[in-house]
């Protein structure tokens, strides 16, 4: 199970921490990824972490940005956001994938829909001034 928490209402240039909690399997057997669906469009990947070494990948658009972390105890995942813009609106879920790969295309495939197998329920992020 996956459960996203810490979606709001921010203006733009402003932060957001996501939390994504897993419960029933842990951070490395899992690979985990952020992903986001702003209305009309398709679901996006922003930021994955891989399961066994951590590491970690960005959708162009959020580089520099955005920051994905994971603390293995609390077996949670982080997407802090900051310097948001008003692209980023949309719902943004969680994912998990069993991929254990961490070399460059395996940090590419975590940022797609197929690689993951189980997905939370979304928060809402608005960015609006």
């Known amino acids: 199970q996956l459960v996203e928490s810490g979606g709001g209402l921010v203006q733009p240039g402003g932060s957001l921490r996501l939390s994504c909690a897993a419960s029933g399997f842990t951070l490395e057997e899992y690979a985990i990824g952020w992903f986001r669906q702003a209305p009309g469009k398709e679901r996006e990947g922003v930021s994955a972490?891989?399961?066994?070494?951590?590491?970690?990948n960005y959708v162009d658009s959020v580089k520099g940005r955005f920051a994905i972390s994971r603390d293995i105890a609390r077996n949670t995942v982080y997407l802090q956001m900051n310097s948001l813009e008003l692209g980023d609106t949309g719902v943004y879920c969680c994912?998990?994938?069993?991929?254990?790969?961490?070399?460059?295309?395996?940090?590419?495939?975590?940022?797609?829909?197929?690689?993951?197998?189980?997905w939370g329920e979304g928060t809402l992020v608005t960015v609006s001034s």
């Open positions: 994912g998990a994938g069993s991929t254990q790969g961490d070399d460059e295309m395996d940090l590419i495939y975590l940022l797609t829909t197929d690689a993951m197998g189980y």
């Open positions: 972490i891989s399961a066994r070494k951590g590491s970690t």
